[in-house]
């Protein structure tokens, strides 16, 4: 009786899923079959004719995708698909699968694409030219297709580019998702049979760690025996497997091992149903197999049918037909399928039912939306094919994902949208099914726009920290200082790089076309990266990095020469012969040994002289060649006397006493030098490669009748980067011997955390002396070993390519990964203990456990002293973050209350002024400065922290009553005559005269020379609603009228003078201008000196080529220049920095210079500081001395007390992210921490700059600095000891609360004797602030729109 129930109750459920399936198979019925019921219950449009190429499966197309397939590179991943895994001790490991080659694969999907399998009808198949009749794996065709892509998703509103695509990517796109589903299936677990892997649950809802036998009946609410086919295929099912009939998985699928079989032999085990309640195994012989688990009675039944016994017996195959199995029953032994152990077999299978279910799926969610797999392949490949997971980190959604996600579903739930398919279920796998088609993607190296893409995602690194290369790294050193480089900038450095990174191949139409790049038949370009990689721009920035560090070691920091220095001295003195080569080496024989005929010929004739030499005080003069018959012989450079004396010979290392044909010295970035080496720098970027008719970036340029071209031609800037970017890429990039492979080994560093020195160093010795492992055969050594055999300073170029990296930020930007976050290595299957976003990467070794790089800082052993990072620059560094990141902490208070300017309608935030905007300002003259003076932030171990602060104060202070009071960078018309604002107030104000504001005679040439025929007009006049200035020829205005702001009008019939008594504007270009509105002459003419036009002329640090004295405007608004011949970038300057840095410029030159009789400015804020911050009256004494402004001199002094009160007195509770990091414990910081004054050390400061020294280290902790009153005081001057319970300090996380006990803050605190209480008066003015009667005030009244 129990026995009938159960087959009673089988047949219901055969019944349901029957009637289920009936009802839904428009959704899985075959493509191929007659007209149906299913097909009539709804309409389906005509496949598009855009899909059709996808089966043209041309020769030439089958060709060419095999030629991607076997070149190197994607060879050698393919192979790593192919990867098993086993979990052991705690630990994924991976192996070769045995059961699953990448040359069984491929010779199966070849023949798949060629041949495919015959249907026995010709028009039943794929379709298309080369699917007619027969079931094809697409491949594609031979045209190249343009599609317009987002570059990057996470940014839809960015603007889109071309790419080109390959019609084999189409192929390669189907080939990826077939992979992605087959890894997970099968090569993961090298497993044939599906595994018995559905854990049951107990009634709450846990795992129990037990399998059920009858899963083998379906698992994960499928029922495998009732995967029946539709009526018009049902000629194709198998039939129901006899009861008693007996089958068993092979051995490989694991302990709980598949087997079907009557009860008498495998008992039911009723506590141990599936998830349809099944017990027994009997019939249950159809789960998965082959590497895509082909599953259900309809599936193997298909197999038969065109593959199997079935197919021979009905004339669909012959016993010759290629992929096919006539002699195999499928559906009386689908176990066979396992068990012939047949690689060609289980392919066979798998890659049929590919192009029969899955290629051929065509359905409808609601039956009006078609999802079509022909059309969405395509789609996916013309969108760029998963750019989301290319480009984030982030868990990707499903519409990131649609594609996979829907192949994953039809595969494994027989319709697109699971989790609505017939058998209701989440896909098995997904998450992983989603990785493994990003690995196979980067495997298969698509889409191949991608190399394009990484030099992207490469320079747009670079560019975004365009300002921190600038200030921190471009500098060179003097006796006197650090200052910025005159010679090496960022632009040059960047189009060199774009000039010599674009790939060969690349179709991106933003790449310029009458741009000219680096191109070479027996040279890659610049290595940007690996593109089939996230994160794979990481390899080319640490390339670039290495590349910038070495040359800053060579070149840049040593007093920014382009030449090689006369500095290798032979018994004391310096040879003026070492032109001829220094440290042993000879240049004129550094001859090519591969191909002679490549080095320049050494003309004795020639006679040449050094660009660029040391010029520090005393240095040997600049090296020199030429012939016997104008030098004779040369002596040497006495370093102590500072002479040269050529009374007599004297001799290099070498031997030489003359310098005839000595005229290849070390030239550019990275110290190119040789006659090989420039004879190759013709041969492939001068003269000689376009007379040859090659491709050359300076066709005019015979490097080698003048090597100096390098340094001294009307191309320098650009060849003293491109010359050693070929350098690098001509030996240092194809760098490959005694087992060293540079490539490789970047590799390896990037993916340690670039924390490796002993890598660093082998570069540099490469570069310096042409092998990895000194002494270098290769170095020139006329006698070897001689001393340029080996690396100079190569502890210094470890510093300097550290520093690179903080800089670049490359330590915090990439994570410390081997291999990369989606490196082509199988994802291991989840186990057990394992959910979503398990490991990706498994180890590469089989069976030996990996070990990731120590995160701990390197530690350099070397007897040779590393150079010490503190130096001046650090210190300043230093001081600057410690300032920085303690108004960060208060960056609410500050925005809210000192950016703000008026309005008509009340206070409101500036638009053009912020915290960020000044410290961004500030640190460029704060570490840099200009002149050998700084803005003084408290910098070095003897300056005040406190001081810094009251400076900053009283800058902000002042220019709240400047450019932030209107939230204008220009100065506006508000000095009144008669009730009236005459519009020659451009001329100047309150009796002042812009272009009288004379100079000092040791500045007088930095004026502004005044223009009388110049017109210029205000673009902006802030919250004022007064008139803009404007200026103009007398021609054009004769005289000037007034603006009437009662009545709202201007009046310009008669003239009208300003307090001045002028009633032109001729000449008065040169109004105030940025924070601090500062005007005239020689403000803006002092500026334009140290950043503009001229210093760039001059060869020193302009940050503008922009001629400011002509172009004033330039100062608050964005500045377009034409392109110049060479350089086709574009030509708009961003200026919005130079409104903070003329204030901050007139505030070092004007205001903490000033030392006029007896009152100096520096020493009057020692003195208001030391005092307690009680005595103001400075800031009175500061309006009217030094700025001789006192009719607004209240208010500065109000606005002073404000911002005294947010910087030291006021406890703000700081967001999270506001509140500084804590000490990093893992990397050699791009900054030293803060130096400490020892306990007891007398504060007390010249007026001047102290002299910086480098800085002690202090304990682990928060190394920011603290004033006085924070540290010491409350809001009343009380000691933090006394703080009310319930406040929170402004150092502790307002999340954690208010503490019940607080103490005394424990940081030290710089330069301050112990015990001083501060105090501070901050009291309001004894009565309101008010402007004077002739100055227009926004807060004083309103009238006709115009603020009063």
């Given at each position: 009786?129990?026995?009938?129930?159960?087959?009673?109750?089988?047949?219901?459920?055969k019944?349901?899923?029957t009637?289920?399936?009936?009802?839904?198979m428009?959704?899985?019925?075959?493509?191929?079959s007659?007209?149906?019921?299913?097909?009539?219950?709804q309409?389906?449009?005509?496949?598009p004719?855009s899909?059709?190429?996808?089966?043209?499966?041309?020769?030439a197309?089958?060709?060419?995708?095999?030629?991607?397939?076997f070149s190197?590179?994607?060879?050698?991943?393919?192979?790593?698909?192919?990867q098993?895994?086993?979990e052991?001790?705690?630990k994924?490991?991976?192996?070769?699968?045995?059961?699953?080659?990448?040359?069984?694969?491929?010779?199966?999907w070849?023949?798949m694409?060629?041949?495919?399998?015959?249907?026995g009808?010709?028009?039943?198949?794929?379709g298309?030219?080369?699917?007619?009749?027969?079931?094809?794996?697409?491949?594609?065709?031979?045209?190249?297709?343009?599609a317009?892509?987002?570059?990057d998703?996470?940014?839809?509103?960015?603007?889109k580019?071309?790419i080109?695509?390959s019609?084999?990517e189409?192929?390669?796109?189907?080939?990826?998702?077939?992979?992605?589903?087959?890894?997970v299936?099968s090569i993961?677990?090298?497993?044939?049979?599906?595994?018995?892997?559905?854990?049951?649950?107990?009634?709450?809802?846990?795992?129990t760690n037990?399998?059920?036998?009858?899963?083998?009946?379906?698992?994960?609410?499928?029922?495998?025996q009732?995967?029946?086919?539709?009526?018009?295929?049902?000629?194709?099912?198998?039939?129901?497997?006899?009861?008693?009939?007996t089958?068993?998985?092979?051995?490989?699928?694991?302990?709980?091992?598949f087997?079907c079989?009557?009860?008498?032999?495998?008992p039911?085990?009723?506590?141990?149903p599936?998830?349809l309640?099944?017990?027994?195994?009997?019939?249950?012989?159809?789960?998965?197999?082959?590497?895509l688990?082909?599953?259900?009675i309809c599936?193997?039944?298909?197999?038969?049918?065109?593959?199997?016994?079935?197919?021979?017996?009905?004339?669909?195959?012959?016993?010759?037909?290629p992929?096919v199995?006539?002699?195999t029953?499928?559906?009386?032994n689908?176990?066979?399928?396992?068990?012939?152990h047949?690689?060609d077999?289980?392919?066979?299978?798998?890659?049929?039912?590919?192009?029969e279910?899955?290629q051929?799926?065509?359905?409808?969610?609601?039956?009006?939306?078609v999802?079509?797999?022909?059309?969405?392949?395509?789609?996916?490949?013309?969108?760029g094919?998963n750019?989301?997971?290319?480009y984030?980190?982030?868990v990707?959604?499903?519409?990131?994902?649609?594609f996979?996600?829907?192949?994953?579903?039809?595969?494994?739930?027989?319709?697109?949208?699971?989790?609505?398919?017939?058998?209701?279920?989440?896909?098995?796998?997904?998450?992983?099914r989603?990785i493994?088609?990003?690995?196979?993607?980067?495997?298969?190296?698509?889409?191949?726009?991608?190399?394009?893409?990484?030099?992207?995602?490469?320079l747009?690194?670079?560019?975004?920290?365009?300002?921190?290369?600038?200030s921190?790294?471009?500098?060179?050193?003097?006796?006197?200082?650090?200052?910025?480089?005159?010679?090496?900038k960022f632009?040059?450095?960047f189009?060199?790089?774009?000039?010599?990174?674009r790939p060969?191949?690349?179709t991106?139409?933003?790449y310029?076309?009458?741009?000219?790049?680096?191109?070479?038949?027996?040279?890659?370009?610049?290595?940007?990266?690996?593109?089939?990689?996230?994160?794979?721009?990481?390899?080319?920035l640490?390339?670039?990095?290495?590349?910038?560090?070495i040359?800053?070691?060579?070149?840049?920091e040593?007093?920014?020469?382009c030449?090689e220095l006369?500095?290798?001295?032979?018994?004391g003195?310096?040879?003026?012969?070492?032109?001829?080569?220094?440290?042993?080496?000879?240049?004129?024989?550094?001859?090519?040994?591969?191909d002679?005929?490549?080095?320049?010929?050494?003309?004795?004739n020639?006679?040449?002289?050094?660009?660029?030499s040391?010029?520090?005080?005393?240095?040997?003069?600049?090296?020199?060649?030429?012939?016997?018959?104008?030098?004779?012989?040369?002596g040497?450079?006495?370093?102590?006397?500072?002479?040269?004396?050529?009374?007599?010979?004297?001799?290099?290392v070498?031997?030489?006493v003359?310098?005839?044909?000595?005229?290849?010295?070390?030239?550019?970035?990275?110290?190119?030098?040789?006659t090989c080496?420039?004879?190759?720098?013709?041969y492939?970027?001068?003269?000689?490669?376009?007379?040859e008719?090659?491709?050359?970036?300076f066709?005019?340029?015979?490097?080698c009748?003048?090597?100096?071209?390098v340094?001294?031609?009307?191309?320098?800037?650009?060849?003293?980067?491109?010359s050693?970017?070929?350098?690098?890429v001509d030996?240092?990039?194809?760098?490959?011997?005694?087992?060293?492979?540079f490539?490789?080994?970047l590799?390896?560093?990037?993916?340690g955390?670039?924390?490796?020195?002993?890598?660093?160093?082998?570069?540099?010795?490469?570069v310096q002396?042409?092998?990895?492992?000194?002494?270098?055969p290769?170095?020139?050594?006329?006698?070897?070993?001689c001393?340029?055999?080996?690396?100079?300073?190569?502890?210094s170029?470890?510093?300097?390519?550290?520093?690179?990296?903080?800089?670049?930020?490359?330590?915090?930007?990439?994570?410390?990964?081997?291999?990369?976050?989606?490196a082509?290595?199988p994802?291991?299957?989840?186990?057990?203990?394992?959910?979503?976003n398990c490991?990706?990467?498994?180890?590469?070794?089989?069976l030996?456990?990996t070990?990731?790089?120590?995160?701990?800082?390197?530690?350099?052993l070397s007897?040779?002293?590393?150079?010490?990072?503190?130096t001046?620059l650090?210190?300043?560094?230093t001081?600057?973050?410690?300032?920085?990141?303690?108004?960060?902490?208060?960056?609410?208070?500050i925005?809210?209350?000192i950016f703000?300017?008026e309005?008509?309608?009340?206070?409101?935030?500036?638009?053009?002024?912020?915290?960020?905007?000044?410290?961004?300002?500030l640190?460029?003259?704060?570490?840099?400065?200009?002149?050998d003076?700084?803005?003084y932030?408290?910098?070095?171990?003897?300056?005040?922290f406190?001081?810094?602060?009251?400076?900053?104060?009283?800058?902000?202070?002042?220019a709240?009553?400047r450019?932030?009071?209107?939230?204008?960078?220009?100065?506006?018309?508000?000095?009144?005559?008669?009730?009236?604002?005459?519009?020659?107030?451009?001329?100047?104000?309150?009796?002042?005269?812009?272009?009288d504001?004379?100079?000092?005679?040791?500045d007088?040439?930095?004026?502004?020379?005044?223009d009388?025929t110049?017109?210029?007009?205000?673009?902006?006049?802030?919250?004022s609603?007064?008139?803009?200035?404007?200026?103009?020829p007398?021609?054009?205005?004769?005289f000037?009228?007034?603006?009437?702001?009662?009545s709202?009008?201007?009046?310009?019939?008669?003239?009208?003078?300003?307090q001045?008594?002028?009633?032109?504007?001729?000449?008065?270009?040169?109004?105030g201008?940025g924070?601090?509105?500062?005007?005239?002459v020689c403000?803006?003419g002092?500026?334009?000196?140290?950043?503009?036009?001229?210093a760039?002329?001059?060869?020193?640090?302009?940050?503008?080529?922009?001629?400011?004295?002509s172009?004033?405007?330039?100062?608050?608004s964005?500045?377009?220049?034409?392109?110049?011949?060479?350089?086709?970038?574009?030509?708009?300057i961003?200026?919005?920095?130079?409104?903070?840095?003329v204030g901050?410029?007139?505030w070092?030159?004007?205001?903490?210079?000033?030392?006029?009789?007896?009152?100096n400015?520096?020493?009057?804020?020692?003195?208001?500081?030391?005092?307690?911050?009680?005595?103001?009256?400075?800031?009175?004494?500061?309006?009217?001395?030094?700025?001789?402004?006192t009719?607004?001199?209240?208010?500065?002094?109000?606005?002073?007390?404000?911002?005294?009160?947010?910087?030291?007195?006021?406890?703000?509770?700081s967001?999270p992210?506001?509140?500084?990091?804590?000490k990093?414990t893992?990397r050699?910081?791009?900054?030293?921490?803060?130096g400490?004054t020892?306990?007891?050390?007398?504060?007390?400061?010249?007026?001047?700059?102290?002299?910086?020294?480098p800085?002690?280290?202090?304990?682990?902790?928060?190394?920011?600095?603290?004033?006085?009153?924070?540290?010491q005081?409350?809001?009343?001057?009380?000691?933090?000891?006394?703080?009310?319970?319930?406040?929170v300090?402004?150092?502790?996380?307002?999340?954690?609360?208010?503490?019940s006990?607080?103490?005394?803050a424990s940081?030290?605190?710089?330069?301050?004797?112990?015990?001083?209480?501060?105090?501070i008066?901050?009291?309001?003015?004894?009565?309101?602030?008010i402007l004077?009667?002739?100055?227009?005030?926004?807060?004083?009244?309103?009238?006709?729109?115009?603020?009063?």
């Open positions: 009786m129990t026995e009938n129930k159960r087959v009673t109750r089988q047949a219901s459920v019944m349901i899923f009637a289920v399936i009936l009802l839904a428009p959704m899985v019925a075959s493509p191929h007659s007209t149906t019921t299913e097909r009539s219950m309409s389906t449009p005509p496949l004719p899909t059709e190429f996808l089966t043209s499966n041309s020769r197309t089958i060709r060419a995708m095999e030629v991607h397939l190197p590179q994607v060879r050698n991943e393919m192979e790593r698909i192919f098993s895994r086993l052991y001790d705690g994924m490991h991976t192996f070769p699968s045995y059961k699953y080659t990448f040359a069984g694969f491929w010779r199966n070849k023949r694409m060629k041949d495919g399998i015959p249907t009808s010709s028009n039943m198949g794929s298309g030219v080369g699917g007619e009749g027969k079931f094809v794996l697409f491949a594609g065709d031979e045209v190249e297709r343009f317009n892509i987002t570059r998703p996470r940014n839809p509103r960015q603007g580019r071309e080109q695509i019609g084999y189409y192929g390669l796109a189907n080939m990826a998702a077939f992979l992605s589903q087959v890894m299936d993961y677990d090298d497993a044939c049979d599906e595994r018995n892997e559905q854990e049951m649950i107990d009634s709450e809802g846990r795992p037990v399998f059920s036998q009858s899963n083998a009946c379906g698992q994960y609410n499928s029922s495998y009732d995967l029946v086919c539709p009526p018009s295929e049902k000629n194709m099912e198998c039939p129901p497997m006899p009861v008693e009939k089958i068993q998985a092979s051995l490989d699928s694991g302990k709980n091992a087997k079989g009557p009860t008498s032999i495998y039911a085990m009723r506590n141990n599936n998830d309640k099944r017990t027994d195994v009997e019939g249950c012989s159809w789960w998965g197999r082959g590497p688990n082909t599953k259900g599936s193997m039944g298909k197999v038969n049918h065109y593959l199997g016994v079935k197919a021979l017996n009905e004339g669909r195959i012959t016993l010759s037909t992929g199995f006539p002699d029953d499928f559906c009386s689908p176990e066979s399928i396992c068990t012939i047949d690689e077999l289980v392919w066979s299978v798998a890659m049929f039912e590919w192009a279910r899955i051929q799926y065509r359905s409808s969610a609601d039956g009006s939306t999802w079509d797999y022909k059309e969405k392949l395509v789609e996916f490949v013309n969108g094919m750019m989301v997971d290319y984030t980190d982030e990707h959604t499903d519409r990131d994902n649609s996979i996600h829907a192949i994953s579903s039809i595969v494994d739930r027989g319709c697109h949208n699971a989790p609505h398919c017939f058998f209701y279920g989440e896909v098995n796998k997904l998450p992983q989603r493994a088609f990003t690995i196979a993607l980067s495997a298969l190296h698509i889409p191949t726009m991608r190399t394009e893409l990484v030099v992207e995602q490469a747009d690194h670079l560019k975004s920290r365009k300002d921190r290369i600038e921190n790294l471009m500098l060179y050193k003097r006796d006197q200082g650090i200052f910025p480089s005159q010679r090496y632009d040059d450095f189009d060199a790089l774009y000039r010599f990174s060969y191949d690349a991106n139409t933003s310029l076309t009458n741009t000219t790049y680096f191109y070479s038949d027996d040279h890659v370009p610049l290595y940007m990266g690996d593109p089939y990689m996230k994160h794979g721009h990481k390899y080319g640490s390339n670039i990095a290495l590349f910038f560090a040359g800053l070691d060579l070149s840049i040593k007093d920014d020469t030449d006369n500095e290798y001295d032979v018994s003195k310096l040879p003026i012969s070492n032109s001829c080569g220094q440290r042993g080496i000879s240049y004129q024989d550094m001859v090519c040994s591969d002679p005929d490549m080095a320049c010929p050494v003309d004795t020639m006679y040449i002289t050094a660009v660029t040391n010029r520090a005080f005393g240095a040997a003069p600049p090296l020199q060649c030429g012939p016997k018959s104008r030098i004779p012989l040369t040497y450079w006495d370093v102590e006397e500072m002479y040269e004396s050529n009374q007599a010979a004297y001799a290099n070498n031997a030489r003359e310098v005839e044909g000595c005229c290849w010295w070390s030239r550019g970035v990275l110290q190119t030098k040789g080496s420039f004879g190759r720098l013709n492939y970027l001068g003269k000689r490669a376009a007379d008719g090659r491709q050359s970036l066709p005019t340029v015979d490097f009748l003048n090597p100096e071209a340094c001294g031609s009307q191309y320098k800037h650009e060849l003293i980067w491109m050693g970017l070929f350098e690098w030996r240092v990039q194809s760098y490959d011997q005694g087992g060293f492979n490539i490789e080994q590799h390896v560093f990037a993916d955390g670039m924390e490796n020195d002993e890598f660093i160093k082998r570069v540099n010795a490469i002396s042409g092998c990895h492992n000194p002494p270098c290769s170095a020139g050594c006329l006698v070897f070993p001393a340029g055999a080996y690396p100079v300073n190569e502890n170029v470890v510093t300097k390519a550290f520093r690179t990296f903080s800089q670049l930020n490359l330590w915090n930007e990439f994570p410390v990964s081997p291999g990369g976050s989606n082509p290595t994802s291991p299957t989840q186990s057990p203990l394992c959910q979503e490991t990706e990467v498994p180890s590469s070794s089989p030996t456990p070990t990731l790089p120590s995160l701990a800082p390197v530690v350099i007897s040779v002293p590393s150079e010490s990072p503190t001046l650090d210190t300043r560094l001081r600057f973050e410690d300032v920085s990141r303690y108004l960060k902490r208060r960056k609410q208070p925005e809210s209350t703000v300017s309005t008509n309608s009340g206070l409101a935030q500036s638009k053009l002024y912020s915290l960020d905007g000044f410290l961004n300002a640190k460029d003259l704060a570490t840099g400065g200009v002149d003076k700084m803005f932030i408290g910098q070095g171990v003897a300056g005040s406190d001081q810094g602060l009251v400076n900053i104060a009283l800058f902000l202070a002042h709240m009553t450019g932030i009071l209107w939230d204008t960078c220009e100065e506006v018309n508000h000095h009144l005559v008669d009730g009236k604002l005459p519009l020659s107030n451009a001329c100047g104000q309150h009796g002042r005269s812009n272009s504001d004379m100079c000092p005679m040791a007088a040439a930095k004026e502004c020379a005044v009388l110049m017109s210029v007009e205000q673009t902006s006049v802030g919250n609603g007064s008139p803009p200035f404007f200026c103009a007398k021609l054009t205005y004769p000037t009228g007034y603006y009437d702001p009662l709202d009008n201007t009046m310009s019939s008669t003239p009208f003078a300003n001045a008594g002028r009633i032109d504007v001729s000449g008065c270009c040169f109004w201008r924070i601090l509105l500062n005007s005239g403000t803006i002092r500026f334009n000196h140290l950043y503009g036009l001229p760039i002329m001059d060869g020193r640090s302009g940050f503008y080529n922009i001629d400011f004295c172009s004033p405007e330039a100062l608050c964005s500045f377009t220049k034409p392109a110049t011949e060479f350089n086709k970038f574009p030509s708009t961003d200026t919005s920095e130079a409104r903070y840095l901050m410029l007139y070092i030159d004007s205001v903490q210079d000033y030392n006029w009789g007896y009152w400015y520096m020493e009057n804020v020692k003195l208001f500081v030391d005092g307690g911050m009680k005595d103001d009256s400075f800031v009175d004494e500061f309006s009217d001395i030094v700025i001789d402004s009719s607004d001199g209240a208010m500065r002094k109000a606005n002073f007390k404000k911002v005294l009160k947010i910087l030291f007195v006021d406890v703000f509770t967001s992210t506001n509140k500084p990091s804590s990093p893992r050699r910081d791009d900054t030293v921490p803060s400490m020892p306990p007891g050390t007398d504060p007390s400061a010249p007026a001047t700059l102290p002299a910086e020294t800085v002690e280290e202090p304990p682990d902790g928060d190394n920011t600095p603290s004033p006085a009153s924070p540290a005081t409350g809001v009343d001057g009380a000691p933090l000891s006394t703080l009310q319970p319930g406040a300090p402004v150092d502790q996380d307002p999340a954690a609360g208010p503490i006990n607080p103490q005394p940081i030290p605190v710089p330069n301050r004797p112990p015990n001083r209480p501060v105090s008066d901050l009291s309001a003015p004894n009565k309101p602030v004077p009667s002739n100055t227009i005030g926004i807060n004083l009244a309103h009238q006709n729109g115009l603020a009063w």
